[in-house]
């Protein structure tokens, strides 16, 4: 079973519209959890981390289910920009810096 | 904004040749890391480093590869003898401390091996 698991789509929605992406992890112990994005061919880029009470970054909300070990990224009112893959990342507990990443989803926001 | 910085952008080189990658870390940053990103793959941990030493590694960096802190600004990995696999987006990034502090990442490196 891969550690971080993603659909890697791709999603292509219209602008405006609200997409979700949905990630799980196999270690339970996994410690902390984020969502980057990365360009095509570029670095990447952290978009937000995600805590157990979820949180939200203006058109973004990041959810996190311990229990089914399940994280999920919505976007709000797409925009063009947001076109990109997305990357749900794990860090592993015992004091293990490595990040671990999915494959990530790509999103194409079309006019 | 500080970031992290990495030369070249491109790099190309004949297998079995020898190469080293830079990259130049935040200034205050303290833990230091390489992922490699085959193309159309997931990111891969490479090695993280911190006080001038490896703190963690995977099973990626064999004997081939090679991390260094040379000067107090630039990090560098070498891989002694390239193979075509290694053929690949090289990242660098940095953290300040702590487990969950956010690592910032370098443009990469795009290694091709011939």
């Known amino acids: 079973r891969k550690e971080v698991e993603q659909d890697p789509g791709p999603f292509n929605v219209p602008e405006g519209a609200t997409v979700a992406f949905n990630c799980t992890y196999s270690n339970s112990a996994s410690q902390s959890f984020f969502w980057y994005r990365q360009d095509c061919r570029k670095e990447p880029k952290l978009l937000m981390s995600v805590y157990s009470s979820g949180n939200e970054d203006g058109r973004f909300t990041a959810q996190l289910n311990r229990a089914s070990q399940y994280i999920s990224l919505l976007i709000r009112d797409s925009k063009l920009s947001d076109s990109a893959t997305y990357l749900c990342v794990v860090n592993y507990r015992t004091g293990r810096r490595a990040l671990t990443f999915g494959s990530g989803t790509r999103l194409q926001v079309q006019p | 904004e500080p970031e992290v910085t990495q030369t070249p952008s491109h790099q190309v080189t004949q297998m079995g040749q020898e190469v080293i990658l830079r990259c130049v870390p935040i200034?205050?940053?303290?833990?230091f890391y390489w992922y490699r990103q085959i193309l159309g793959q997931k990111v891969e941990f490479l090695v993280s480093f911190y006080n001038n030493e490896i703190s963690e590694k995977s099973e990626i960096f064999d004997d081939q590869f090679s991390v260094e802190r040379p000067d107090g600004s630039n990090f560098t990995l070498k891989i002694r003898s390239t193979k075509l696999e290694d053929s690949a987006m090289y990242f660098c990034a940095s953290t300040v401390a702590g487990l969950a502090d956010t690592q910032y990442f370098g443009p990469g490196t795009r290694l091709t091996v011939l």
């Open positions: 200034s205050n940053h303290l833990y």
